[in-house]
């Protein structure tokens, strides 16, 4: 991933979906516990990637 663009996206997507699910957990009725719990897991690790991902575009970039 050459492109920082990139990788600065794919941390505001992440951001956004941990932002919807995480008031979820709130409201049982819309989506079960499990759920949301993994897709919570799911983008927790996704954002700690990222910061790999930014780490290895900022040595690319130089």
Do not use: C, K
């Amino acid at each position: 991933m050459r492109n920082p663009a990139l990788v600065h996206e794919g941390i505001d997507v992440t951001r956004g979906q941990l932002e919807l699910f995480t008031p979820a957990l709130a409201e049982p009725y819309r989506l079960g516990d499990a759920t949301v719990n993994r897709a919570i897991e799911v983008y927790q690790n996704q954002r700690a990637d990222q910061a790999l991902f930014r780490s290895q575009a900022a040595r690319w970039a130089v």
